[in-house]
Nanobody
Framework: QVQFVESGGGTVQPGGSLRLSCKYS????????LAWYRRPPGNKRESVAT???????NYRPSVQGRFTISRDNAENMVYLQMDNLKPEDTAVYFC???????WGQGTQVTVSP
C-alpha cells in the first residue's frame, strides 16, 4: 500500500517559520504532480501549493511569497517551507498526490502569540 507520511508542524508565534515534509513510499515519484492542502478550523480543505513534475509551482494568493513548495525526487520527498506565518495559517496540513486518493495523515500547524 502506497503511503505518504508527513512530519513537521507544531506551534509557532506569528512571524515564525516551520517546514513540513512528506515521504512517498510508491514508485515513479518524479512523474507525479504533488500538492499541499490545509483545513482551517471550521472550514473546508483548501489547496495551498502545487508542484509539477518539472518543478513548476503554484500557490494560493494568501501564501504567495511566504511559502515555498519543493521536491527531492531522489529521496521521494516533498516539502513546504512556511515563513512569516500568520494566525490565519492555523490549520491541519496534508500532502497529496494530485488526481489520486493518496494523502498524508495530516499535521497540525498552529500560529499563536
Amino acid at each position: 500500500q502506497v503511503q505518504f507520511v508527513e512530519s513537521g508542524g507544531g506551534t509557532v508565534q506569528p512571524g515564525g517559520s516551520l517546514r513540513l515534509s512528506c515521504k512517498y513510499s510508491g514508485s515513479d515519484f518524479s512523474g507525479l504532480k504533488l500538492a499541499w492542502y490545509r483545513r482551517p478550523p471550521g472550514n473546508k480543505r483548501e489547496s495551498v501549493a502545487t508542484i509539477a513534475k518539472g518543478g513548476g509551482a503554484n500557490y494560493r494568493p494568501s501564501v504567495q511569497g511566504r511559502f515555498t513548495i519543493s521536491r527531492d525526487n531522489a529521496e521521494n520527498m516533498v516539502y513546504l517551507q512556511m515563513d512569516n506565518l500568520k494566525p490565519e495559517d492555523t490549520a491541519v496540513y496534508f500532502c497529496h498526490v494530485e488526481w489520486t486518493d493518496i494523502w498524508g495523515q495530516g499535521t497540525q500547524v498552529t500560529v499563536s502569540p
